[in-house]
Every structure is written in structure tokens, then in C-alpha cells.
């Protein structure tokens, strides 16, 4: 059945956090002050100069050397998704570009992980990349589609938004405290919603299974774990919460039940198996 997320809204546009436009003008302004700050600092020092385009393009290139041999090493070792291979990935992720405007489709690749239930969006040189753990694909099997198809379109929705886009021109500003961490938590914002979008039965499923696992996640009861959003606002969850990059999950939940996701049926929690022998 149709949410009221999914007939209200007609154009992903209109998902965006308004934050995230706020904190990434925040963040270029910030480097553009760095910036020019090292422009002026080498127009009126020339030794100075030498050092600033020396440590500029070395940074450079280191940054760019690591990204590439980490995406190499997925590359090289994870399976590719394509038509015949894990096909249902491979569907979603045309899908679901497609119903965002996208160009192009980027490659998928599925990566064992050691139980680890993550997926992600990286850019090199050009070319998007989604890599999805495999634990997340197990949830398919196990669950149905609606989470994995959720999962996909927030990762898509950091391509479709250019999150992964001409990063160094706000570099300083990411690294400023505490703005580049708000930025990225407003940007995972929109694209929660984005996956909403693109997948409104697995929204809540797909960050439950974040929280839970993908075993369990059927059983928590949504509106209590979103509850906790406010109930739990001790020092230390803010300021866990203020220096990552990633929202509190029960925030996520409560912002995604706001914008009229709906919850999926709960499971029936039955006892685990040999828990009468234990007791
Ligand atoms: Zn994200």
C-alpha cells in the first residue's frame, strides 16, 4: 500500500534537508576563507608560496593514492553486480536511479564484511561506486526486498544529490568542528528520505536492521525505539551524537515516521530456541 510519503511527494527535490543547503554554504565559506587565506599568504610571501603549492599537491596526491588503493582492493576482491549476478541487486539499482533522473547507473559491488550490516557510496576519478555488504543482501533473502531496496536508494541518493561531488572545494570546512559532521548528518537526512522515496515499504525495516540486525529488527517496536530519540538525550549520546557523521538511529527512525513513512507489521516475538531449557 502506498505511505503518505510516497503520494505527497512528487519530486525528490522537495526531500532535501533544509540544513544540509544551509551547512554546506556554512562549509564553503569556511574553505573559501582558507583558501584565500593561503592565496594571500602566497602572493605576499613567495618562499611561503613554494611550501603552500608543495604541501597542496602532496596532500593531493596521497589522498588520492589512498582512495584509489582502498576502491582497488574492493574492486579486485568484491562481486560485481550485473544482470547474472545477484540480479535483484542489480534491478534495484536501475530502478531506483532511474526514478531519480540519474545519467548513469553505478557499479555495485557486494563485499563480505564479517557480519558487519553496511552499504556505501564512494566516487573515484569520475565514477560512482555503491558497495553493498553482504550481510545487507542476507536481509533480502531472509526478509523480502523493501529494506535492501531502501538501503540502495539512500546510497543512490548521495550520488543523485553530488554529496560525493568536488569534495576538496569544501574540504577545510569538513574538517572545521563540529560543521563538517553536521553537514554529513543532514545530508544522511535527505537521504533517508530519498530511500523512502524510492522504497517506502522498506524504509523503517532497512534502519531497524541497522539497529537490530537482520534477524531481529522485526521484532523492535518502532514507535518505542523513535521514542527514544527524545527520551534519551543524555550528555554524552549529544555529544556522540554532535561529532558523527551519522545521525542517532532512533532520530532517523522518528524523522522518517514524521514524514508519514509507515511501519511495517511487527513481528511475533517467540522464544529463542533452548530458552525454556535454560529457564
Ligand atoms: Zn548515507
Redesign the pocket.
Known sequence: MPTPHATTVTSPRQLVNPRERFLYAAMLLVSLLVYGGLVFASLTNPQAAASILLYGIMFSLLGIFAHGLALGRIRGNAVRVSERQFPLLHRLAATHARRLGLTRVPEVYVMESGGLLNAFATRFIGRDFIVVHSDVLELALAQGEGAVGFIMG??LG?VWRGHLKHRWLTTPGRLFPYLGAAYSRA??YT?DRIGAFCQPDGAISGLLALAAGKQLHPHVDVREYAAQAVSDTGFWIRRAELMSSHPLLPKRVAALLKAGVTIPARGQWTAMPGSAAAA
Open positions: 539512500h546510497e548521495h545530508c544522511e537521504c
